[in-house]
């Protein structure tokens, strides 16, 4: 169906606890004929803490990654929110200051390919490959679903890094869920922070945030809410139980990765996009839309 082909990222989370993320990346850019290549031996990148601790660690660790990318084919395919932030962000930094990036290419003996692009899974479906043919292969169409997309902090913004659409009224993931049939809802909070990497050291601050997110979801009529992030999924589908504990209420609300939509609407079976580790079950849900 496509000849686009990509270097792939998949970043610690997608190997460990977000798991189901990168099955379900994988199958659906199968399923979609778009080639993945991984690239080997990629390190972590530092994700949200490393830059609080040592800017030049930070950097040098995207630019290795960045270096590392160039062994494979196409630009760089990544599914972490936070992975596409620091990759874009170590670009940005780097090409506008020449003092940081002799040190970034002395620590990692090696020149740093600015010019690599690095891009976010929805960038490849929604623009490279078009919903044009992303709905042409739909089998199952997500017809009655309301979605709530979540951008969350770190995908549109800061507006000169990720360059991903407007940084403050995008449209990128109600774009993809048209393409497949879903119906997105109009809500507040799809920008809004879900705390992060806080969810350790700062638990009661996490669990606040995320319940105003799920709050401002449900009130919307959504049905789940779909995400591009492991942090924000985390936040905010392993954690939903304790919120509603704290905050009495009654969510029962299924946290999608877009991956795992699209795969639905695609006709991957349901097994091979990861669901059953999803910590709030989206069964009942899925069987009342019958897409299941």
Same mark, same amino acid.
């Given at each position: 169906m496509s000849e686009l082909r990509y270097s792939y990222y998949p970043g610690c989370s997608l190997h460990a606890s977000a798991s189901e993320y990168d099955l379900s990346t994988r199958e659906v850019f199968k399923a979609l004929g778009i080639g993945l290549d991984e690239?080997? +031996?990629?390190? #972590?990148? @530092?994700?949200?803490?490393a830059h609080n601790v040592d800017e030049l660690l930070s950097l040098s660790l995207c630019a290795k990654n960045l270096e590392l990318a160039e062994q494979v084919p196409g %630009?760089?395919? *990544?599914? #972490?929110?936070?992975?596409?932030?620091?990759?874009?962000?170590?670009? =940005?930094? !780097?090409?506008e200051n020449d003092q940081k990036l002799r &040190? *970034?290419?002395?620590?990692? +003996?090696?020149? *740093?390919?600015?010019d690599q692009t690095v891009k976010h899974l929805l960038e490849i479906l929604v623009q490279d490959l078009g919903t044009e043919r992303l709905s042409q292969a739909v089998r199952k169409p997500l017809s009655g679903l309301k979605v709530a997309c979540y951008y969350g902090c770190l995908l549109t913004?800061?507006?000169?890094?990720? &360059?991903? +659409? %407007?940084?403050?009224?995008?449209?990128?993931?109600?774009?993809?869920?048209?393409? *497949?049939?879903?119906?997105?809802?109009?809500w507040t909070h799809r920008m809004e922070c879900c705390g992060a990497n806080f969810t350790l050291s700062r638990p009661g601050v996490v669990l606040q945030l995320t319940n105003a997110v799920l709050d401002s979801a449900k009130a919307a009529g959504a049905d789940c809410i779909m995400?591009?992030?492991? !942090?924000? =999924?985390?936040? !905010?589908?392993?954690?939903?139980?304790?919120?509603? @504990?704290?905050y009495y209420r009654s969510y029962d609300m299924p946290i999608f990765y877009l991956t795992q939509l699209v795969g639905l609407a695609l006709g991957v079976p349901a097994d091979r996009l990861g669901l059953d580790a999803l910590i709030v079950s989206p069964q009942r849900l899925l069987r009342e839309k019958m897409l299941l």
């Amino acid at each position: 169906m496509s000849e686009l082909r990509y270097s792939y990222y998949p970043g610690c989370s997608l190997h460990a606890s977000a798991s189901e993320y990168d099955l379900s990346t994988r199958e659906v850019f199968k399923a979609l004929g778009i080639g993945l290549d991984e690239v080997p +031996d990629w390190i #972590c990148c @530092g994700a949200t803490p490393a830059h609080n601790v040592d800017e030049l660690l930070s950097l040098s660790l995207c630019a290795k990654n960045l270096e590392l990318a160039e062994q494979v084919p196409g %630009d760089m395919a *990544v599914a #972490c929110a936070a992975c596409f932030s620091r990759l874009k962000f170590a670009q =940005h930094v !780097l090409k506008e200051n020449d003092q940081k990036l002799r &040190q *970034v290419e002395q620590a990692i +003996d090696a020149k *740093v390919p600015l010019d690599q692009t690095v891009k976010h899974l929805l960038e490849i479906l929604v623009q490279d490959l078009g919903t044009e043919r992303l709905s042409q292969a739909v089998r199952k169409p997500l017809s009655g679903l309301k979605v709530a997309c979540y951008y969350g902090c770190l995908l549109t913004r800061p507006p000169e890094v990720p &360059q991903l +659409d %407007d940084c403050e009224a995008p449209t990128i993931m109600e774009r993809l869920l048209q393409a *497949v049939g879903a119906e997105s809802v109009d809500w507040t909070h799809r920008m809004e922070c879900c705390g992060a990497n806080f969810t350790l050291s700062r638990p009661g601050v996490v669990l606040q945030l995320t319940n105003a997110v799920l709050d401002s979801a449900k009130a919307a009529g959504a049905d789940c809410i779909m995400v591009g992030c492991p !942090l924000c =999924h985390g936040n !905010l589908d392993i954690r939903q139980k304790e919120i509603e @504990g704290v905050y009495y209420r009654s969510y029962d609300m299924p946290i999608f990765y877009l991956t795992q939509l699209v795969g639905l609407a695609l006709g991957v079976p349901a097994d091979r996009l990861g669901l059953d580790a999803l910590i709030v079950s989206p069964q009942r849900l899925l069987r009342e839309k019958m897409l299941l």
